[in-house]
């Protein structure tokens, strides 16, 4: 039952559809329901505490806000397909920037220790909100006017009816998930089901989406190619064709990583509220279980993003991988001999194996590099309102520790390089030697060539020791930097005779541990 429950809401991509629409009616409408209490409450203590409903601004602000987003968000999400597209795009483009602002507001207002904790609630989750505003005006109605599309069958000979289309039950679920489905990996079930019941065999597992599969990826990415000849005079970059083909994406997986990041700095703050309930300093009756439901709520929703970043970044490496993979090929089928000579075939393997491996990593550590910088920023303004002017002792401790890091990953990047190199040289050699097998079996050279690549082999051993070495040496230096930075800004507190009280303790140590870890 729960099962078919879960099913109905989840959906197929069909259904997923009309999920979204009232997933988002029901978001949004309590969002607007919310202020909309929130700003009766407000008018309410002040006319029963000061006989006044001045300033207006106080109350009157959340009260529009609350019937604005009820109504924003009920005409778009129940009532959309009745509108014209453009309208419909302008107003939920204007609602998602105005959530972007009012969200960046209240987490600077949390920051600063400023504002109602529940209005500070509302403003952080209208973003979302506006998110699935944004997802059913150019997701779930962007099919107006393709009903008579469904009524058209290709004739003989064109493209579309000669495709090649896999059975439905070979292909993977994920291909017609719909946005819940996909969102809670509920796709996954019946693989997992199945392999609960027995051994999985290569027959077990579906086969790929059609957006996933090599030969797709790499059409797209020729089409792409041939469109940036057409428009450059130059020869176009081949890094940002396949950043052109993948940006949407990119983009969304950077959406979702920003969003973890959000809710991973929201922690401390919740941390540092939590100890003020628990010393009797509520700044009203139920916040103790506010603070409980927006804490579930925050980490789920980490949780929610942080699998979905991974996933998505990892997705687009895949299709990265498969597109080169697939270049690689038909490039070596093309290449002449004076460029089998010059690209031998252990070469061309380790392009595949480990280069376009490496480049595929590319859009999870891009997305890594910049969370990283903004999570820091983010740190640093929370421990500057727990510990006040003792932040610049951290910011120094940490960046002597970047500085102490510097040269041993300018060394872990050479050794890095030379190991690659070695690497190369001996599937060079493994290669060659397994091709000409019967000529070194006919003139017994056999020892020859094991004594060649074991040298090689020497020689890549040693560069990989000297990796391994450094690695070594960064990770002492990155776990005991959290011990240094802790010493250094409680020292500075002692000698700036700055209070150290329970919430702002447990405040800095939240934040720290959070700063410290990076995901």
């Known amino acids: 039952m729960m099962e078919d429950l879960w099913m109905l809401f989840c959906g197929e ?73 453009t309208p419909l795009r ?47 005006v150019y997701k779930v109605y962007k099919h107006e006017g393709n009903e008579e599309r469904g009524l058209y069958a290709p004739l003989n000979g064109e493209p579309n009816g000669v495709s090649k289309i896999d059975p439905v039950d070979q292909v993977t679920p994920f291909a017609k998930a719909g946005f819940f489905n996909k969102i809670s990996f509920w796709w996954l079930n019946p693989l997992m089901r199945k392999g609960k019941e027995k051994t999985l065999e290569d027959k077990d597992i579906p086969k790929l989406g059609e957006a996933e599969r090599a030969e797709s990826c790499y059409k797209e990415f020729l089409e792409q190619l041939n469109k940036q000849k057409q428009a450059e005079s130059s020869q176009p970059s081949l890094f940002w064709t396949i950043v052109f083909c993948h940006w949407k994406d990119i983009v969304i997986s950077g959406f979702f990583a920003m969003l973890k990041i959000l809710t991973l700095s929201a922690g401390p703050l919740l941390l540092n509220a939590f100890i003020l309930v628990a010393e009797g300093k509520a700044g009203f009756k139920y916040e103790g279980y506010v603070l409980a439901l927006t804490l579930f709520l925050s980490k789920s929703l980490e949780s929610l993003s942080q699998r979905q ?23 070596q089928q093309r290449l002449s001999n004076v460029g089998r000579s010059m690209h031998s075939g252990g070469e061309i393997m380790n392009y595949v194996t480990v280069d376009a491996y490496r480049i595929g990593e590319f859009p999870f550590w891009i997305h890594q590099t910049w969370t990283t910088s903004f999570q820091l920023c983010l740190s640093l303004a929370i ?137």
């Open 90 to 136: 302008l107003l939920s483009v204007l609602a998602s920037l105005f959530a972007g602002s009012v969200c960046a507001l209240s987490i600077y207002s949390a920051v600063l220790g400023e504002g109602m904790l529940v209005k500070i609630a509302t403003d952080v989750l209208s973003f979302p909100g506006a998110i699935m505003l944004l997802i059913c």
């Open 383 to 519: 421990l500057f309102r727990a510990v006040g002017l003792a932040t610049f002792a951290a910011l120094v401790m940490i960046i002597i520790t970047v500085l102490c890091n510097t040269p041993l990953a300018k060394l872990q990047h050479k050794f890095q390089s030379k190991l690659m190199v070695a690497q190369d040289a001996r599937l060079k050699a493994c290669n060659e030697a397994l091709i000409n097998m019967k000529v070194l079996k006919l003139y017994a050279w056999e020892t020859h060539f094991k004594n060649a690549i074991e040298n090689l082999r020497k020689v890549e051993y040693k560069w990989l020791s000297s990796v391994q070495l450094r690695k070594a040496y960064n990770g002492f230096l990155f776990w005991s930097s959290p011990v240094l930075v802790s010493a250094a800004t409680f020292g500075a507190c002692y000698f700036l005779k700055i209070p150290l009280h329970a919430n702002n303790v447990f405040h800095f140590c939240g934040d720290y541990a959070s700063c410290s870890r990076p995901d």
């Open 13 to 85: 991509s069909g259904n997923s559809d009309t999920t979204s629409l009232i997933v988002s009616a029901i978001l949004n409408g309590c969002i607007g329901f919310v202020n909309l209490c929130l700003g009766i409450w407000i008018l309410e203590e002040k006319l029963r505490k000061k006989q006044s409903a001045l300033p207006l601004k106080s109350w009157l602000v959340v009260l529009f806000q609350g019937f604005t987003w009820i109504l924003v968000g009920l005409i778009i999400s129940l009532r959309g397909n009745h509108l014209q597209r």
């Open 309 to 331: 970043w991974y996933f998505r970044s990892r997705l687009v490496g895949l299709k990265v991988r498969s597109l080169l993979t697939a270049a690689i090929y038909k490039k």
